[in-house]
């Protein structure tokens, strides 16, 4: 039982260049999140999915989409990567609705040159 | 506004030498508050989630408690690996689980 497993764990883009970010989850959850963490901000949500086919906007959307095309999966995708967005980026899963626990990977060290 | 204030940002204990870190928070309806362990270089690690005013919950060395407006976190007679972030979030009504988080308390314990 992994848990939550993101790839890559390690990644440097050229400004303009694209990603996607990958993050699998085998318990099951029906929600999952994407976060960015920045030195003296705090864990910032992104994007977060309710189920599979569905997404919504967070705090920081901007130069970020994402897709959940399968219930275990929720994909993190950079268009046009700027150094802004140079950050530990980290996924989360959760039950359903309710007052659930999220449960975090490892994340993945993004720098943007 | 929704917000969540974590202090100190850094703290420094001696092994043995208990103390407290806070997350005073802003919320409209609280459905949970929830502390979360992050080692450097890893993912935040769930420890407590509590829910209403009063509310008291432990693990080894931990003890978290809730007022209405902030929460602490007890670390009593703390051992090196107790260091780590510590950090705190709320959630608020709606029908996700989305969290805010504070910025986190920076805790190393020195032997």
């Known amino acids: 039982n992994a848990g939550v497993t993101q790839t890559p764990k390690f990644r440097v883009l050229k400004t303009g260049q694209s990603m996607t970010l990958l993050c699998a989850q085998d318990?099951?959850?029906?929600?999952m999140y994407w976060y960015r963490q920045d030195p003296g901000m705090g864990l910032r949500l992104i994007h977060y999915?309710?189920?599979?086919?569905?997404?919504a906007k967070g705090e920081v959307p901007d130069g970020y989409n994402v897709s959940r095309l399968k219930k275990q999966n929720f994909l993190l995708g950079l268009e046009s990567a700027a150094p802004s967005q140079t950050s530990v980026y980290f996924c989360?899963?959760?039950?359903?609705?309710?007052?659930?626990?999220?449960?975090f990977g490892a994340g993945t060290r993004l720098s943007v040159l | 506004e929704d917000q969540v204030t974590q202090s100190p940002e850094a703290l420094r204990l001696q092994e043995g030498e208990s103390s407290s870190l806070n997350c005073s928070y802003t919320?409209?309806?609280?459905?949970?508050l929830f502390w979360y362990r992050q080692d450097p270089g890893k993912g935040p690690e769930f420890l407590f989630t509590?829910?209403?005013a009063g509310e008291e919950k432990e693990k080894e060395r931990l003890k978290a408690t809730l007022t209405k407006k902030e929460s602490f976190l007890h670390i009593t007679a703390p051992k090196p690996e107790d260091s780590a972030t510590y950090l705190c979030?709320?959630?608020?009504?709606?029908?996700?689980?989305?969290?805010?988080f504070g910025t986190g308390t920076r805790l190393q314990v020195f032997p």
């Open positions: 919320v409209s309806g609280l459905r949970g």
């Open positions: 979030a709320v959630q608020g009504p709606g029908n996700t689980d989305k969290l805010i």
């Open positions: 999915s309710v189920g599979e086919g569905t997404t």
């Open positions: 509590l829910y209403s």
């Open positions: 318990m099951n959850h029906e929600y």
């Open positions: 989360a899963s959760s039950y359903a609705q309710g007052r659930n626990i999220q449960y």
